[in-house]
């Protein structure tokens, strides 16, 4: 199989992409150097702290960043499709059936003085703007029930204040689902809901991506989620990804430390009676990023070479990739503090 | 039985306007008899002045005089105008027409205006349009109105001689095309006046909107920039916009009176300067509370008005009658 042949078939192939933010305090490089592939009916998902350019990301790929943001990439494909560059009006006439996007807070993701149902049409509407008003309610009718929106026809006509925080997740939903999406991206979907409630969006979510076939990335900060939901797991520290593989591999046989010290800060991994564990320090300014490294500082295994040159990522197994000079031959051996025998 | 609570309000509202009002005009230093007079009033013994007094119902202390004036208002009988000593409603009547044809189309140029400009700039924030109408609306909304008014009425009437400077229309008479070419000018100033501020503020508050999440949802399902400008940030824009045009209105009606003066435009403006004056109460009084209820009928319309398009407050009002029902 050719090169070429391989890229067309991934539904989304993201290679060396940057992001930089234009700011009065100088650039911020949001992400930097991403390189991510994904299948058809897959989940990858996204883990890293708040401000490690999840969302940064999340945008890039469906062009949505404002118009202060610079984006380069050697490669930016949706389904074949190289959107680099691509004018607002050709990403009008892909965002929604190419790919759509569910928010973090349905609190604020719907528009407040309109009806669910119409707001659920609108994104029917928006690529088969000749359908008929009849059909339309049909489709709104038959996503509404797809997300599990009981009684769907009492729920048409309520306004978005009239739902609850998982319920309004379930119409935010539906409409990024209107148009058949291939690929759906997930911008932390649960975090501002309700623990039981996260559990059934989630279940929802991979319910339905499987069903559609769709591929989907999923945000999240909370790796309890991507142990839940995702096929793939890829974590990100200050705009790169350190360490990438299947969600067994990233659970079961983590390599970066970064990777230890989150599951290492999992409450379900204390011991009883001993405070909770967590990484020391913050997270780096990424205006401009720190020389070599951007985890050394916080990093308990950091050699010297780490303060010097940013490590490559190295292959572990054919889908696992870590950037950590730990994995260099010449780096000493490590005794990991957590993984091997790790069940989550 | 909202309607009639709302009409309680306003007239509870109105009554103690009309008390601070009579209160404050007559403490106000000034010879109402002046007024009522002219020159002849400064002539006059003591005597003649506590008889003229007397007659005009001004010698009894204050709280006499506004329980007198309260008992006829009541009674349809508003009183006459030292000046024009004519009954108030005459004086006024003449006059009311030709301010609202000035406010009134003024206002509604200026608003439909700015929003025009409005989403204009809103749709192109930050490029080179927005860029110079904000420069060109921020240095109109700097020029002064007197001055303005006399720099048209400087090019157009005298080195042109194309527009009338002054009046509302000729002695002749021109009718509708007439009235027209007297509104140009006037108009004009009014609208320079106040264009700009109503313009930015939309601006601001769709730019607010279109940083909102539900923008971000609505373009990832593919919906253009444009249609979301107009179908969503415009709708969560509106009830606000509308508040405050109804909460300007006063502001406006301010601003023509200055023009009015400018232009002897023959308004409500002119009048009510004039009835300050010369301590002409009575037309004062009915001038403040013709104004007084303008200011509240349009803050309940605009109230109104946001109930009917954001359902947000629609359904606090809901929550709020059930607790009363209830408490």
């Known amino acids: ?344 | 039985m909202k309607l009639a609570r709302r009409l309680c309000s306003l007239l509870l509202s109105l009554l103690v306007l009309s008390a601070a009002v009579f209160w404050i005009a007559r403490l106000a230093p000034g010879d109402p008899l002046v007024s009522y007079y002219g020159q002849r009033a400064e002539r006059m013994t003591p005597e003649q002045r506590a008889r003229e007094e007397a007659r005009l119902g001004l010698d009894a202390p204050i709280h006499v005089q506004y329980v007198r004036w309260l008992r006829n208002a009541l009674h349809g009988d508003l009183g006459v105008s030292f000046k024009y000593k004519r009954d108030v409603v005459d004086v006024i009547r003449g006059r009311v027409s030709n301010t609202l044809l000035l406010g009134g189309v003024g206002f509604a140029l200026i608003f439909s205006m700015a929003l025009g400009l409005g989403l204009l700039c809103a749709r192109f924030e930050g490029r080179p349009l927005d860029k110079i109408l904000c420069k060109l609306g921020t240095l109109s909304s700097c020029i002064p109105e007197f001055w303005l008014s006399l720099l048209l009425i400087l090019i157009f009437s005298v080195y042109l001689r194309v527009l009338p400077s002054s009046g509302a229309w000729s002695v002749d008479g021109g009718g509708a095309a007439d009235r027209l070419r007297h509104l140009i000018l006037p108009m004009t100033v009014v609208v320079t006046g106040h264009l700009w501020y109503y313009a930015y503020m939309i601006r601001n508050r769709l730019l607010e909107e279109v940083r909102a999440d539900y923008v971000l949802l609505a373009r990832s399902t593919g919906l253009g920039r444009r249609r979301v400008l107009l179908r969503h940030c415009l709708r969560n824009a509106l009830p606000s916009y509308l508040s405050i045009m109804a909460i300007s209105v006063p502001h406006i009606m301010g601003g023509t009176y200055v023009v009015e003066t400018v232009f002897s435009y023959p308004g409500i403006g002119t009048l009510c300067y004039e009835s300050a004056r010369y301590q002409d109460y009575d037309l004062l009084m009915v001038l403040c509370l013709l104004s007084g209820a303008v200011v509240i009928v349009c803050n309940m319309l605009a109230q109104a008005i946001n109930e009917h398009i954001d359902p947000r407050v629609r359904a606090a009002a809901a929550e709020r009658a059930e607790a009363d029902g209830h408490g």
């Open chain 1, 1 to 344: 199989m050719t090169a070429d042949a391989d890229r067309a078939e991934k539904l989304l192939d993201v290679g060396r992409l940057s992001v930089t933010f234009a700011s009065p305090a100088g650039a911020v490089e949001a992400v930097r150097d991403v390189s991510l592939d994904l299948a058809p009916g897959e989940i990858l998902a996204i883990v890293g702290e708040s401000g490690c350019g999840k969302s940064a990301l999340c945008r890039a790929i469906m062009k949505l960043l404002p118009a202060s943001a610079r984006v380069q990439a050697d490669r930016l494909a949706v389904a074949g499709t190289d959107i680099r560059g691509l004018s607002e009006r050709d990403m009008c006439a892909l965002r929604g059936r190419l790919c759509s996007m569910v928010f973090q807070d349905p609190m604020t993701s719907l528009d407040p003085t309109m009806r669910i149902g119409a707001q659920i049409a609108e994104a029917v509407l928006a690529h088969e703007p000749g359908m008929k008003k009849d059909a339309v309610r049909r489709r709104v009718l038959e996503l509404m029930d797809m997300v599990g929106i009981e009684d769907p026809p009492a729920r048409y006509r309520l306004y978005p204040h009239d739902l609850s925080g998982g319920m309004r997740q379930r119409a935010v939903l539906a409409i990024a689902l209107a148009s058949r999406p291939r690929l759906l991206i997930a911008d932390e979907p649960t975090t501002a809901l309700d623990v039981t409630v996260q559990g059934q969006i989630l279940d929802l979510l991979r319910d339905i991506q499987r069903g559609l076939g769709a591929g989907a990335v999923l945000v999240t900060h909370d790796l309890a989620v991507a142990a839940r939901a995702a096929d793939r797991t890829a974590v990100m520290y200050a705009g790169r990804i350190v360490e990438i593989g299947t969600t067994e591999e990233i659970f079961y046989d983590p390599r970066h430390p970064y990777t230890w010290g989150l599951l290492a800060s999992l409450p379900s991994l204390a011991a009883e009676g001993r405070p909770l564990y967590a990484i020391p320090g913050m997270p780096p300014t990424l205006s401009p990023p720190p020389k070599g490294d951007a985890f050394a500082c916080r990093n308990r295994y950091a050699l010297a070479i780490d303060y010097d040159q940013a490590p490559p990522l190295f292959q572990v197994s054919p889908t696992h990739y870590a950037a950590t000079w730990l994995l260099d031959p010449r780096a000493p051996a490590v005794a990991r503090p957590v993984g091997g025998e790790l069940h989550v």
